[in-house]
C-alpha cells in the first residue's frame, strides 16, 4: 500500500534559493532568456553556483548549454534576466569578470600559427593575473610541448592547452563548455583529473557542462538538469537519486487504493489506483511508460516521503543518476 | 591588452605586410617605368596620383583581407570573444592598424616622388599638404571601403560586382562622371597640378563616404554579438554560386539594355552640306557644291530605300573627308555617345566612285539598323547580293546574261551551280570566293527570285529578311530563326525552297551556255604557301601565285593576310593587310614580316580580273604558324 508524509515535499528543483545553502554564491543567474529567431534557447534559466564546489551542468545536445555559458562569458546578450557575480549584479559579463573567469569552449579556435608558448604570452596580455610560471608548470604538467604550434597539436592535446589557458591566470571560476566532447576515454580521463585536482587543491570553482553522465556523476558536488532551455534540476547528486524513484507493476492490475480510502469497485480500481499514486501531494511525475505488460512511472518527491510509502503488489526502485537524467530529459514531464 | 591585439596582428600579418609594400615598390616602379617609356608624365606628382590609383586599390583590399576576412574564415575570432577584450577595441584596432600601414605606404610613395620632383618642380608647404591631403584622404576612404568589405565575408565579391555595376550603369545611363567624383576627383588629373584651390567638395565626399564605410564596419562586427559576420565568412555554397552568378549576369544585362534604349543626343558636324528626303537626312562634310550634290543624291538614295524596305527609319548619316583612306576603301566611325551613322572617304579623291560608295552605305546602313542582325549566316547571302540587286533596280526587267560584270562574277564563283549547303554556310562559301564574287553569286539568285515571282515577291522577300527592326536581344535570335531565306520564300511563293535553287541553278547554266567561251577563258587562281623557320623562333610565308591560263602581264596581285584572333569568328576588312606586286611573269615571295610561333594567320593571294571588274582570290587559309602535320 502507499503511504504519504503528513507534510507535502519542499520541492522546487528551479529555484536556487531553496537549495543553495547560505555559502558564497560565486555565480548566479535569475530569469535568464535568450532566442534565435524563434528558436528560444534559454527560457527563465535561474541557477546558482557556489563557491569552490565543482557544479555540472547536464543537458541532451541542444538543450541550451552553450548558449548559458556564452551568456556567462558575456559573448552573448541575454534577452532577459540578471547575472549576479560575487554577490554584486551585472547587465552582462564585462570585462573585470571576464577577468576572473577561465574559459574553455566545446571547439578551440586559437590561432593555428601561434605556438603553445606564444598563445600564452598572447593571452596573458589579457590578464592582469597571468602568472607565465604556472602556466609553463601547466604545459609542462600537461605534457604540451611549448614550442608546438597550435595546428600541430592532436585534439586531447588541444583541449589540454584551452585548459592551461584558462588556469594560468588563476581565476576565480572555472568554465568548461563540454571539453571532453571529442576525447577518447584515456584523454578525457586525464583531463577530468586535472580539472578535479584544481578544483580539489585551489578549492577552485568549476562550472562544468556535459551530456556525459558518468562524468558529471564522478567530477561534480552539485549538478543543474537543463531540458529544452529551462532548469529542471538543481541540487547534489546523492539528494537528487535520493528523491526519485521508479514504480513497475504489471498491467492491467493496478496499485491497491491508499488507506483509509474508500474500497473501489473492480472496474474504477485502475484508474483509482494510478491517480492516488499520481495524487501525492508534492510529487512529480518525470516519466509514465507502459510496455512489456507493465506500468512504470518515474516520479520525484522529497527523500523522506519515499520512506513512507508502501506498495503492495509494486516494485519500487532507486534510479542510477544516468535513469534520472533520461527521465528528467528524455521527454517532456507528465501534466497532471 | 591593445598593445596585445596589435603585437598579436603584426606576428600573424608581417609577411602578408612585407609582400604589400614590395608589391607597392613593383608597381610604383613600372607604372614610373611606363610613363618613362610613354613619355607621357609631365609632373611625378602625376605618376604618384596615377600609381595610388592602383595602390589604394591593392593596398587596401590586401588589408581587408589580411585584418578582418582571415580572423572570421578561421573562426578565431571566437577565440578573441572569449577574452577580456571588448569587440569594439579588437575592430578598432584592426582598422588602425590597416590604416597606419597604408598611411605608412603613402608616405613612402610620397617621399619618393619628392625626391623625384625636388630638383624640376616648384615646391612649397602648402602644395605638399594638398597633395598629402588628397591622397590620404582617398585612399582611406578606397581603405574603408574594403575594411567593411571584409565583414561581408563570401558576399563581398558580389558587393564590388555590384558596386562596380553600379558606377558603370551611372556613367552610362546618367553621364555620371565617375573622374570627378569624391576620391577619384581627389585622385584625378588636378591632383598634380592644383596648387591654389582645394578641392573641398571632392575632399567632404570622400571623408563623408570613408565615414560612412567606418560606421557600417563597426555596425556589421558588433550586430548580433559579431555572428552576422561569422555567418557571412562561411564558404559560399554551390546554390549561392550560382544565384550569385545569375544576378551579376542579370544586372550587367539589364545596364546593357537600358544603354542601348536611353535615347542618345543626336551626332551632328559643323560646316556640312545637309539635305533631307523623307525622313532620312544626309551631311557630308564640306559646303561646296561637290558636297550639296553629294548629300543630295545620298539622301534621295536612301529615302528610296526606307521606302523599297518599309523600314521605319534610318539613321542621319554624315559623310566626312578622310583624305589618306584609298579612294575605294571606305570607313565607319564609331559614335558612342551620341546618335547617327558616320562614314568617312576620300569622297574627293578623283577615284572616288559614287556607285560603289552607295553599295557600301545600304548594306552598312542596314546592319546599323538591324544591330548586325542581317549579318548572320543563315541570311547573309541576301544581305550580301542586296547592294548589286538594289543597285540595279532601275535596269530592271533586264536579261540577267546582260548584266555585266555581275553575272560574270556569279558564273565565275558557280563553276558547279550553287547548293543548299552553299548558302547555310555561306561565310565558308564566301571566303573561298571572295567578298565581290560572292556578292556577284548572292546578287544572281535575287535576280533570279524578282525575274521567275515577280518584283513585288523579290520585295517582299527582302523587306522580311533585311528590313525588320529587331531588339537587340534573345529575340533577334527567334525572328531570325523564324524569317530565314527558306522559310520567308516558302511563305510569299508556297513553294519548297529547293525549287528555287533549281531555278537559280537553271537560269545560271542559260546563262554560262552563253557567256561559256567567256567564263572559261578566264584564269582560276592557285596558291602555295610555305612558312619557313626563320631565326629567333619565328617564321616567314613564302608565297607564290599560279593562274591557269596564265594571266596576262603586267600582273597584279596581291598577299592579303592579318593575324587571326583566338576564335575562328569573322575577320573585319580594316585589319587585313595587303602586300602588292605587279609583275611580268608570277615569281615567288617571302613576307618579309616573320609570323611568331604559335600565331595564326589568315591569308590569300588576291589577283585583279578585268573581265569581272574585280578581284578574284585563291581562298582564304586560316594556318598555324608552324602548320600542324
Known amino acids: 500500500m502507499l503511504s504519504t508524509p503528513s507534510a507535502s515535499p519542499q520541492l522546487s528543483p528551479t529555484s536556487p534559493q531553496a537549495q543553495v545553502a547560505p555559502e558564497t554564491i560565486v555565480l548566479r543567474t535569475e530569469g535568464l532568456a535568450k532566442s534565435f529567431g524563434k528558436v528560444r534557447a534559454v527560457r527563465d534559466l535561474s541557477l546558482a553556483v557556489r563557491e569552490g564546489e565543482i557544479y555540472g551542468f547536464l543537458g541532451r545536445n541542444g538543450a541550451g548549454k552553450t548558449t548559458t555559458i556564452r551568456m556567462l562569458m558575456g559573448i552573448l546578450k541575454p534577452d532577459r534576466g540578471r547575472l549576479e557575480w560575487m554577490g554584486k549584479r551585472v547587465r552582462r559579463a564585462g570585462l573585470s569578470m571576464k577577468r576572473s573567469i577561465g574559459y574553455v569552449s566545446q571547439d578551440q579556435h586559437f590561432y593555428p600559427w601561434m605556438t603553445c608558448a606564444g598563445l600564452g604570452r598572447f593571452a596573458g596580455g589579457f590578464y592582469p593575473t597571468w602568472d607565465p610560471a604556472e602556466y609553463l608548470r601547466l604545459l609542462q604538467a600537461l605534457e604540451l610541448p611549448p614550442q608546438r604550434r597550435f595546428s600541430r597539436l592532436s585534439g586531447g592535446m588541444r583541449v589540454k592547452l584551452a585548459l592551461a589557458l584558462a588556469l594560468a591566470h588563476r581565476p576565480r571560476l572555472l568554465i568548461l563548455d563540454e571539453p571532453t566532447a571529442s576525447l577518447d576515454p584515456v584523454a578525457r580521463r586525464e583531463f577530468l583529473d586535472m580539472v578535479r585536482s584544481q578544483a580539489r587543491s585551489h578549492r577552485r570553482t568549476t562550472f562544468f557542462s556535459s551530456h556525459r553522465i558518468e562524468e558529471v556523476e564522478q567530477a561534480a558536488d552539485r549538478v543543474g538538469i537543463i531540458q529544452d532551455g529551462t532548469l529542471r534540476y538543481q541540487g547534489g547528486i546523492t539528494e537528487l537519486k535520493a528523491s526519485v524513484r521508479r514504480i513497475s507493476w504489471p498491467q492491467p492490475v493496478e496499485p491497491p487504493p491508499l488507506p483509509g480510502a474508500e474500497p473501489l469497485s473492480r472496474e474504477s480500481a485502475a484508474s483509482a489506483g494510478a491517480m492516488a499514486l499520481f495524487a501525492l501531494p508534492g510529487i512529480e511525475i518525470l516519466r509514465d511508460e507502459r510496455s512489456d505488460g507493465m506500468r512504470r512511472v518515474t516520479a520525484q518527491a522529497e527523500a523522506a516521503q519515499w520512506e513512507s510509502v508502501r506498495l503492495a503488489g509494486c516494485e519500487i526502485e532507486q534510479l542510477s543518476l544516468e535513469d534520472i537524467f533520461l527521465a528528467l530529459a528524455g521527454r517532456p514531464a507528465v501534466s497532471l | ?629
Open chain 2, 1 to 629: 591588452m591593445i598593445r596585445a591585439l596589435l603585437a598579436k596582428e603584426l606576428r600573424q600579418h608581417w609577411p602578408g605586410l612585407l609582400v604589400l609594400a614590395f608589391l607597392w615598390l613593383v608597381i610604383y616602379l613600372l607604372v614610373a617605368l611606363g610613363s618613362i617609356l610613354q613619355d607621357a608624365m609631365l609632373s611625378p606628382f602625376e605618376l604618384l596620383g596615377s600609381f595610388l590609383h592602383i595602390g589604394a586599390v591593392l593596398g587596401s583590399v590586401t588589408l581587408g583581407r589580411l585584418l578582418v576576412v582571415s580572423e572570421y574564415r578561421e573562426r578565431t575570432q571566437l577565440f578573441l570573444d572569449a577574452l577580456p577584450v571588448s569587440r569594439i577595441a579588437m575592430i578598432a584596432v584592426k582598422w588602425f592598424l590597416g590604416a597606419a600601414v597604408l598611411m605608412g605606404l603613402v608616405l613612402a610613395a610620397f617621399l619618393l616622388t619628392t625626391l623625384l620632383a625636388w630638383r624640376n618642380e616648384s615646391w612649397s608647404l602648402r602644395f605638399a599638404l594638398f597633395l598629402l591631403a588628397r591622397a590620404g584622404a582617398a585612399c582611406l576612404a578606397v581603405y574603408a571601403f574594403f575594411f567593411l568589405m571584409g565583414f561581408l565575408g563570401r558576399y563581398r565579391f558580389l558587393i564590388y560586382a555590384l558596386v562596380f555595376l553600379f558606377f558603370f550603369a551611372a556613367s552610362q545611363l546618367r553621364q555620371f562622371e565617375m573622374d570627378n567624383w569624391g576620391p577619384f576627383h581627389l585622385l584625378g588629373p588636378t591632383f598634380a597640378y592644383e596648387r591654389d584651390v582645394f578641392p573641398w567638395e571632392a575632399f567632404r565626399i570622400t571623408c563623408l563616404t570613408g565615414g560612412i564605410c567606418i560606421v557600417g564596419s563597426f555596425f556589421l562586427g558588433l550586430l548580433w554579438e559579431g555572428s552576422l559576420s561569422a555567418l557571412f565568412a562561411e564558404r559560399m555554397s554551390q546554390r549561392e554560386k550560382v544565384v550569385i552568378a545569375l544576378v551579376i549576369l542579370t544586372g550587367f544585362y539589364g545596364v546593357y539594355l537600358l544603354d542601348t534604349r536611353t535615347p542618345k543626343q543626336p551626332f551632328d558636324l559643323d560646316d556640312a552640306a545637309m539635305a533631307r528626303s523623307g525622313r532620312v537626312t544626309v551631311k557630308v562634310a564640306g559646303t561646296d557644291e561637290l558636297s550639296t550634290g553629294l548629300a543630295e543624291r545620298l539622301a534621295a538614295e536612301l529615302a528610296d530605300l526606307r521606302t523599297y524596305l518599309q523600314l521605319p527609319g534610318l539613321p542621319s548619316v554624315f559623310l566626312v573627308e578622310r583624305g589618306d583612306l584609298d579612294p575605294d576603301l571606305y570607313e565607319r566611325g564609331i559614335l558612342k555617345e551620341t546618335e547617327g551613322f558616320l562614314a568617312r572617304a576620300a569622297f574627293r579623291d578623283s577615284g572616288f566612285n559614287e556607285e560603289r560608295f552607295c553599295r557600301w552605305l545600304v548594306g552598312e546602313l542596314l546592319a546599323a539598323q538591324s544591330h548586325d542582325g542581317v549579318r548572320a549566316e543563315s541570311c547573309r547571302w541576301v544581305y550580301d547580293g542586296f547592294p548589286d540587286f538594289w543597285a540595279q533596280r532601275h535596269s530592271r526587267p533586264q536579261p540577267m546574261e546582260d548584266s555585266r560584270p555581275l553575272i560574270f562574277r556569279a558564273l565565275y564563283g558557280l563553276p558547279q551551280g550553287i547548293t543548299d549547303r552553299d548558302l547555310s554556310t555561306w561565310l565558308r562559301f564566301r571566303e573561298t570566293l571572295g567578298d565581290d564574287i560572292a556578292a556577284g553569286v548572292a546578287w544572281s539568285g535575287l535576280e533570279v527570285l524578282a525575274s521567275r515571282q515577280g518584283d513585288e515577291t523579290a520585295r517582299s522577300f527582302v523587306r522580311h529578311v533585311l528590313g525588320c527592326h529587331l531588339p537587340r536581344d534573345v529575340r533577334a535570335a527567334v525572328h531570325r530563326r523564324l524569317h530565314s531565306p527558306a522559310r520567308v520564300y516558302r511563305n510569299l511563293t508556297g513553294q519548297s525552297f529547293d525549287s528555287f535553287l533549281t531555278e537559280w541553278n537553271g537560269e545560271l547554266d542559260r546563262c554560262r551556255g552563253i557567256h561559256h567561251a567567256a567564263i572559261e577563258s578566264l584564269p582560276r587562281l592557285r596558291a602555295e604557301f610555305e612558312f619557313v623557320s626563320a631565326p629567333g623562333d619565328s617564321y616567314d610565308l613564302n608565297y607564290r601565285l599560279l593562274a591557269d591560263p596564265p594571266l596576262s602581264s603586267p600582273v597584279r596581285y596581291a598577299l592579303r593576310y592579318c593575324a587571326l584572333p583566338p576564335m575562328n569568328e569573322e575577320v573585319h576588312p580594316e585589319k587585313i593587310r595587303e602586300t602588292a606586286h605587279v609583275e611580268e611573269s608570277l615569281s615567288q615571295h617571302v613576307l618579309a614580316r616573320p609570323f611568331s610561333k604559335g600565331s595564326r594567320v589568315f591569308h590569300t593571294l588576291s589577283a585583279e580580273l578585268p573581265e569581272l571588274e574585280c578581284s578574284a582570290i585563291t581562298g582564304w587559309i586560316r594556318s598555324d604558324v608552324p602548320p600542324q602535320p
